[in-house]
């Protein structure tokens, strides 16, 4: 019987650092139930976290940075065989964070208000992005402009009362495409279209004028939460994707 299927992937049952290279790891946890441990996780961060930390004006997104960027320093030191503080990254000219000295384990992060998420993959890029859906958004009004023409038809085509949350898995979908190219707000967000595949979890990606791009990039809706929005993109094929609840401080 097949562990894996396109609406259940399959899941990480524990931390054991094993990454096979045609599978792509996902951990997600909820940032509430580490704010009590939140000085040792604070311990863990390296002198410029720490002192990134100390600018946060107000303590829910401070404490959102702290631990996720404990998490990930935790999680990477697992795959590694190493401490988490001991983790070392570099960052692109767009600021994304990525192993120092090492180009084999990529990795990539996204935080929302409660919720942290961590992609792990071996030898080829990937991008995660996680929304809380917020009702107070003007959905029609941002996909005009941000989203390709092929979006917002698909958008409008929606009933309004799902209008909110359709904007939102767009807008994750593109998003986690955007953060593993890396490019930040440089890249054309018109240029391309991601959208949902019918009775899958699977997206589709369009790229205008290279359709080869479409054919190096897997990517994926995944299900955190009723509120929650989040996708994936993994370049290359054939990528095995498992998803893990990091277990709460004590269990
Ligand atoms: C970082 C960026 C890529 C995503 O930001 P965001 O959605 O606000 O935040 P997320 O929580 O998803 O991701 C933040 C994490 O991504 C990582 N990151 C930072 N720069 C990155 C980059 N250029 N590419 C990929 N990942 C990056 C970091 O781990 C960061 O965590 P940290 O802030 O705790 O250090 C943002 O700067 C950006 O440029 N976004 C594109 C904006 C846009 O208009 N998108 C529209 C999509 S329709």
Redesign the pocket.
């Known amino acids: 019987m097949p562990v894996h299927s396109e609406m259940d992937p399959e899941p990480l049952l524990s931390l054991d650092g094993i990454l096979p290279d045609n599978q792509v790891h996902v951990w997600h946890a909820h940032i509430k139930a580490w704010e009590r441990v939140i000085k040792p996780l604070h311990n863990i961060l390296d002198g410029e976290e720490q002192a990134r930390a100390s600018r946060f004006k107000f303590p829910a997104p401070r404490n959102q940075?702290v631990i996720?960027?404990a998490l990930?320093r935790q999680t990477l030191g697992c795959y590694l065989g190493i401490e988490g503080r001991d983790v070392r990254f570099s960052y692109?000219a767009?600021?994304?964070?990525q192993l120092d000295g090492n180009a084999d384990l990529q990795f990539?992060?996204?935080?929302?208000e409660g919720v942290t998420v961590l992609a792990i993959t071996s030898k080829r890029r990937v991008?995660v992005?996680?929304e809380r859906i917020r009702e107070n958004t003007e959905p029609l009004d941002l996909a005009d402009r941000?989203?390709s023409r092929r979006e917002v038809e698909w958008l409008r085509s929606q009933p309004a009362s799902e209008h909110i949350p359709s904007f939102f898995n767009?807008?994750t979908a593109?998003?986690s495409y955007?953060?593993a190219h890396?490019?930040?707000?440089s890249m054309s967000?018109g240029a391309f279209s991601v959208l949902p595949v019918a009775g899958s979890n699977r997206l589709q990606l369009r790229v205008d004028d290279d359709s080869e791009e479409c054919d190096r990039w897997e990517m994926w809706r995944l299900d955190l939460g009723a509120d929650i929005r989040a996708a994936i993109a993994v370049e290359g094929t054939g990528t095995r994707i498992r998803v893990g609840t990091w277990p709460s401080p004590g269990e």
């Not at 890396?182 to 707000?185: E, M, R, S, V, W």
């Open positions: 940075f996720s960027r990930l692109t767009n600021s994304k964070p990539n992060l996204s935080h929302t991008g992005d996680v941000f989203f767009c807008w593109k998003e955007v953060k890396g490019q930040g707000l967000l």
